[in-house]
């Protein structure tokens, strides 16, 4: 499997979509502190028991994500989404996904929350 970026967001035209958590089991293929590498290809890997990471969205965290989204705002604990098109794309790649989980709040039928993986880093 390659190694892939992680996309969080929302693509609405009215209202907000709230993300409350994210935890994704997987190996980082980037180094927290330094740029970020292109996805290469990586040998399979186990599952790891603990998620490589949680994100409980009470602040931007720069060590994750590249660049906080137009649209995304931190409010009592969730990140919230507003606009179209808007996405925080993870700082590197992950390799060997194994779990993905998500608490989030539809509040409108035309909120789109989007969670993506992708070999493309834009």
């Known amino acids: 499997m390659s190694s892939c970026f992680r996309y969080i967001g929302a693509d609405n035209d009215v209202g907000a979509s709230q993300w409350y958590?994210?935890?994704?089991?997987?190996?980082?293929?980037?180094?927290?502190v330094g740029p970020?590498?292109?996805?290469?290809?990586?040998a399979p890997t186990p599952a790891p028991a603990l998620p490589a990471f949680t994100d409980e969205f009470l602040a931007f965290d720069p060590l994750l994500w590249l660049a906080q989204c137009e649209g995304c705002t931190y409010a009592g604990g969730s990140l919230v989404v507003t606009?179209?098109?808007?996405?925080?794309?993870s700082r590197g790649t992950f390799v060997g996904l194994s779990r993905v989980t998500a608490t989030l709040t539809k509040n409108d039928?035309?909120?789109?929350?989007g969670l993506v993986f992708s070999v493309l880093s834009a």
Do not use: M
């Open 21 to 32: 958590d994210l935890s994704v089991w997987g190996i980082p293929a980037w180094d927290v």
């Open 36 to 42: 970020s590498p292109a996805p290469t290809e990586a």
């Open 83 to 89: 606009g179209d098109s808007q996405l925080l794309r």
């Open 109 to 113: 039928e035309r909120d789109d929350h």
